[in-house]
């Protein structure tokens, strides 16, 4: 089986920072992509950030020049360095990761249970 666990997330005043850290462990071959999305009450699940095996990265435009993703293959872990947070990136934030078992998956979709993110003075 595979696990994503995140940690990191809290209470953070406007204008502060955060970094989530997100592992991925149990058995496995390889970890595709990784990336991070979060839900707002009331709202859809979003993209914030993802980022390949090869670290190429992409991110959602309400985040760009604020929130970097990035990732250390060695230790199956990706991370979202989020600077100067409003209160409009209050949500739950949840890892996601493509990841396969063994080499001759096709490889699987797998979640955190996600980490709440509160930005407020």
């Known amino acids: 089986q595979v696990q994503l666990v995140e940690s990191g997330g809290g209470l953070v005043q406007p204008g502060g920072s955060l970094r989530l850290a997100c592992a991925a462990s149990?058995?496995?071959?390889?970890?595709?992509?990784m990336g991070w999305y979060r839900q707002a009450p009331g709202k859809e699940r979003e993209l914030v950030a993802v980022i390949t095996a090869a670290d190429s990265t992409n991110s959602a435009a309400s985040v760009k020049g604020r929130f970097t993703i990035s990732r250390d293959n060695a230790k199956n872990t990706v991370y979202l360095e989020m600077n100067s947070l409003n209160p409009e990136a209050t949500a739950v934030y949840y890892c996601?990761?493509?990841?396969?078992?063994?080499?001759?998956?096709?490889?699987?979709?797998?979640w955190g249970q996600g980490t709440q993110v509160t930005v407020s003075s």
């Open positions: 996601n990761a493509y990841i396969r078992q063994r080499i001759r998956d096709s490889g699987d979709d797998y």
């Open positions: 149990g058995s496995i071959y390889r970890v595709n992509y």
